[in-house]
């Protein structure tokens, strides 16, 4: 001993060598210095620490109990995957298994992807409208057949037949030709009497199925000429002087056998049976366009997707909520194309259109036209309703927690049968194609593997948050 020391206290510091099952926090001896053995009757002083011997709770076990001593190495309030809610699984702390909350910054740069990758999806709906409205022959006719299948567009495509037939060919001349001479005197007030009739067989004929096979396939060959300008081919488009034309000549004729006159198309002028779609001059410029439009399409068919998925990785410790408004991101974009494209067709149809009566026709023109624009947006909204879903299941709720609850147990115990239900439904989906990417092979591929994906992150969540399942 050093001078200066004073000597210990016995009852404090000079208790006699302990029994090896001595509590492992009763550092202090019980009370009043008797040395008892820890494993005696009489409980230590601290009373906090549980013996190190039998009587300690095995680690992650409860609290420790009133007395202040902090519990033992590894313990915790909820057990380390013994019941207790996983991190995040009571809407306390990170998402499910995530590391801690990103910094502020992170969280505006997630949002800036999101919400900026919304802006470019709108746009992009737009050009992918365009590139398979305008350079997709088999959408065009489609297209155009079902304009002449709408009774406004016959009506007034029939008026506008008649009143060029008439303005182009001498109507009472032709039925002079077939009638006898007594009654050619007739021929002026015939063809007056007959102008009405005229559009009602017109409209019959545009009602036809054969001509409006007819129109189809003459919509297709104009716009397989326009896709071949585009892509910087010759072949027929050559031979029309680089022209693209819609043949309107079989059409004038079927009216005309209708009404029982000569079939007089070919005396129309070039104007009015081959209606020009493209002039040579358009030609650079439609190029230009087309191939700018291919190009945007694919490429934001390709970005948004990967910007999307890039948001919800940089979401550290809450990717949860990241999905959550990307789901509601992509139902905000379909929404909006639909109002665009409503104020689209009413404006144009009112700033373009003077005519009243030809308005309802015009209307229904840029409705059809503009109809797989309304299918792109609803695949966004059909979309998004899903993926919303799957990020609310997965949170917090109490609907959602005991829902989890209710299915681990099945997901755990029957792989096979988890994996088969989910492959199940999505076939179901398939086969009712309710958006053009379920219907086509990169898209069928694409939901199979986020299914999966998802169906795997379900189990690994409900097996950390109900292990006893």
């Not at 409860?62 to 313990?75: T, V």
């Amino acid at each position: 001993m050093s001078d200066g020391e004073t000597p210990a206290d016995p009852g404090a510091g000079s208790s006699p060598p302990r029994d090896p099952r001595a509590s492992a926090g009763g550092d202090s001896p019980p009370s009043g210095g008797s040395g008892a053995p820890s494993g005696s009757s009489g409980a230590p002083t601290g009373g906090g620490g549980a013996p190190s011997g039998g009587g300690r709770p095995p680690s992650g076990g409860r609290g420790a109990p009133a007395g202040g001593d902090r519990p033992p190495s590894g313990g915790s309030a909820a057990a380390a995957g013994g019941g207790g809610a996983t991190a995040g699984g009571d809407g306390h702390g990170p998402e499910t298994g995530e590391a801690a909350p990103a910094t502020r910054g992170r969280r505006i740069l997630v949002a800036f992807l999101i919400w900026g990758t919304s802006v470019l999806a709108v746009v992009g709906i737009f050009a992918v409208w365009a590139n398979r409205q305008v350079l997709n022959p088999n959408n065009w006719a489609s297209t155009s057949t079902q304009l002449l299948q709408n009774a406004a567009i016959r009506e007034a495509t029939s008026n506008y037949l008649v009143d060029q037939l008439y303005a182009n060919v001498n109507v009472e001349e032709e039925l002079k030709k077939r009638l006898p001479s007594q009654l050619q005197p007739l021929a002026g007030p015939l063809a007056g009497a007959i102008r009405n009739l005229a559009t009602e067989a017109a409209q019959r004929a545009l009602a036809n199925a054969r001509v409006q096979e007819a129109w189809r396939h003459a919509n297709r060959a104009a716009d397989q000429s326009l896709v071949t300008i585009v892509e910087g081919g010759k072949g027929a488009v050559a031979i029309t002087g680089g022209q693209v034309t819609l043949d309107l000549s079989t059409i004038v004729a079927n009216m005309t056998n209708r009404l029982g006159l000569p079939n007089v198309s070919s005396k129309l002028p070039s104007s009015v049976a081959h209606l020009t779609v493209l002039k040579s001059k358009q030609i650079k410029a439609v190029q230009d366009i087309g191939k700018a439009l291919k190009g945007l399409s694919l490429l934001f068919t390709i970005l948004v997707p990967l910007l999307y998925a890039l948001a919800i990785f940089l979401a550290r410790g809450y990717r949860r909520r990241a999905l959550m408004n990307v789901g509601i991101a992509f139902i905000a974009v379909g929404v909006l194309v639909f109002l665009l494209r409503h104020i689209t067709v009413e404006q144009v149809t009112e700033s373009l259109v003077k005519n009243e009566a030809v308005k309802p026709a015009a209307n229904a023109v840029l409705s059809i036209a503009t109809s797989r624009l309304s299918e792109i947006a609803g695949a966004f909204v059909f979309i998004g309703v899903p993926l919303i879903a799957a990020a609310w299941f997965a949170g917090p709720a109490r609907l959602a927690t005991r829902g989890r609850r209710a299915i681990a147990p099945f997901l755990h115990e029957r792989p096979e049968w988890t994996y088969g239900i989910v492959a199940a439904i999505m076939a179901l989906i398939f086969i009712w194609d309710p958006i053009p990417a379920t219907g086509k092979a990169a898209g069928i591929l694409t939901f199979l593997a986020l299914a999966f994906f998802g169906t795997y992150l379900l189990r690994e969540q409900t097996a950390r948050e109900f292990p006893e399942a």
